[in-house]
């Protein structure tokens, strides 16, 4: 069962942009945003940018100023705009979210992940 789903990645030239989204499916009450993350190839997995209470939202360095994270709380979708891409944004792209569905607990759900190609 897919519970979130990633959209908007692809090939992109150097200086493009892109802006994923990453819907909750089912019937959902609400969302809370946790971030996104990414994995290139022979890579780990690590954090663009996160949102926690405790933290706030913290963007890594390679993020800030070019990559921006929003919500649409009435679509229970989360979105990353990204600018000024280039070929070291190549990965796997990932969503975390938290969903709140109807008759269910609360859960932490990892997107399938969506690649995002830069070529020069």
């Known amino acids: 069962q897919v519970r979130l789903v990633e959209s908007g990645g692809g090939l992109v030239q150097t200086g493009g942009s892109l802006r994923l989204s990453c819907a909750a499916s089912g019937s959902i009450w609400s969302i809370k945003p946790y971030g996104w993350y990414r994995q290139a190839p022979g890579k780990e997995r690590k954090p663009i940018v996160t949102?926690?209470?405790?933290?706030?939202?913290t963007y890594a360095d390679s993020a800030k100023g070019r990559f921006t994270i929003s919500s649409d709380y009435g679509d229970h979708t989360m979105f990353l705009q990204m600018n000024s891409l280039t070929p070291e944004d190549t990965a796997v792209y990932y969503c975390?979210?938290?969903?709140?569905?109807?008759?269910?607990?609360?859960?932490?759900?990892w997107g399938q992940g969506i690649q995002v190609t830069v070529s020069s």
């Open positions: 975390n979210l938290g969903v709140t569905r109807v008759g269910r607990p609360f859960s932490t759900d």
């Open positions: 949102i926690s209470p405790a933290t706030g939202t």
